[in-house]
């Protein structure tokens, strides 16, 4: 009966045996398996195409078209988007909080220019590079504000017409302590 025992034990601990060796083993052929992106010491910065017009213009109010970009690398790292705005195309932008796919639709709640631009990021093997897209004008005018199809003038720059005043007349007799009503004819182009 001892040696059966025995035998059992041996048997059972050569089976653990192959099995801790064929876990070792497997761990051993993992690191071996090769990924497309193993080798690459820094990541590619993205190619940005920009998709949308760079200059648009609204109304207060209105819903504006998403501006958009394209990007793109070849070395199967992730990308990641990050728009921000300015108030001037030379200066300082800040992040918009949300903003992070490749499109943005610019607010238009209130008059005036911003400016956005969108920075892509492509992340690999826990490096980073990063590219720039061009800079987009969005333009909201007053709802008020209308082509009205005349040469461009400004209306301050517009000569006002003089008005004509007729049936003057210059000299008035009246006595002390009276009342005197002065009238006065006044025509514009013709009319009164």
């Known amino acids: 009966m001892h040696k059966k025992t025995i035998f059992i034990i041996s048997i059972f601990l050569s089976c653990m045996m192959m099995i801790l060796f064929s876990c070792c083993e497997t761990q051993k052929d993992e690191p071996k398996k090769t990924p497309s992106s193993e080798g690459i010491s820094n990541p590619q910065t993205p190619e940005i195409t920009t998709v949308s017009d760079t200059i648009s213009e609204y109304k207060v109010g209105d819903t504006a078209a998403a501006i958009e970009i394209e990007a793109k690398v070849t ?60 800079v987009f004008t969005v333009k909201i005018t007053d709802k008020d504000d209308t ?5 461009g003038e400004d209306n301050e720059n517009k000569e006002v017409e003089k008005p004509s005043i007729t049936n003057e007349q210059k000299e008035y007799e009246i006595e002390v302590n009276k009342a005197l009503t002065l009238t006065v004819m006044v025509s514009m182009g013709g009319g009164q």
């Open 75 to 134: 070395d199967n790292g992730q990308l990641s988007y990050a728009w921000s705005k300015s108030d001037s195309k030379e200066g300082a932008f800040t992040p918009i909080d949300s903003a992070t796919s490749s499109t943005y639709i610019p607010d238009t709640s209130e008059i005036g220019t911003a400016y956005y631009k969108c920075t892509v990021t492509n992340t690999l093997n826990g490096k980073t590079a990063s590219a720039k897209s061009e």
């Open 147 to 151: 082509d009205n199809g005349d040469d």
